[in-house]
């Protein structure tokens, strides 16, 4: 049992405070304190799927400016339009959630290694998929 806020160890204290951080948590309560780390390993898979969702639809598009066919299909490209959107929202979340823990504002983690790595792949997801929508509309309003 660990405070949420800095993670220091509550086992066995006197006084339902965090003598470190001075936090309040009710023992009875396993929602005021932190029962198990944090992993890593999640976020890193977020970061990743927001990625994909980014690069996919800027594939779609850079094939449709080649010339190269593209299937019209409304239950291709509705999906295909909404997960750059989709994605971007998610990389921003799992890119504000990774800066937290590699800045070490989260307490009690593991695989700080695959905190890190998230956070550059959903900064990466961020920056890219920002790039490619101003690069598209450039390139419209340029045609």
Same mark, same amino acid.
């Given at each position: 049992?660990?405070? @949420? /806020?800095? #993670? =220091?160890?509550?086992? #066995? ?16 309560? &396993? &929602?005021? =304190?932190?029962? @198990?780390?944090? &992993?890593?390993? #999640? ?14 639809? $800027?594939?779609? $598009? ?6 190269l066919a593209v299937p019209r ?5 509705? %999906? ?6 989709? +994605? ?10 990774? +800066?937290? $823990?590699?800045? #070490?504002?989260? %307490?009690?983690?593991?695989?700080? +290694?695959?905190?890190?790595? +998230?956070?550059?792949? &959903? ?8 790039? $490619? ?5 450039? /390139?419209?309003?340029?045609?």
């Open positions: 049992m660990r405070c @949420k /806020r800095c #993670g =220091y160890e509550l086992q #066995g204290l006197r006084d339902d405070r965090c003598p470190e951080c001075g936090r309040s948590f009710d023992p009875d309560d &396993s &929602s005021s =304190y932190l029962v @198990k780390p944090v &992993s890593g390993r #999640g976020p890193l898979v977020f970061s990743v799927v927001a990625l994909i969702m980014v690069v996919v639809p $800027a594939v779609v $598009a850079s094939l449709d400016d080649m010339g299909s409304v239950f291709f490209i509705v %999906p295909i339009g909404a997960m750059m959107p989709a +994605g971007i929202i998610l990389g921003c979340w799992m890119l504000q959630m990774t +800066g937290r $823990a590699v800045g #070490g504002r989260l %307490p009690w983690t593991v695989h700080q +290694g695959a905190f890190t790595a +998230g956070f550059i792949v &959903s900064l990466l997801t961020v920056v890219g998929a920002l790039g $490619a929508v101003v690069f598209q509309l450039l /390139r419209r309003v340029m045609s």
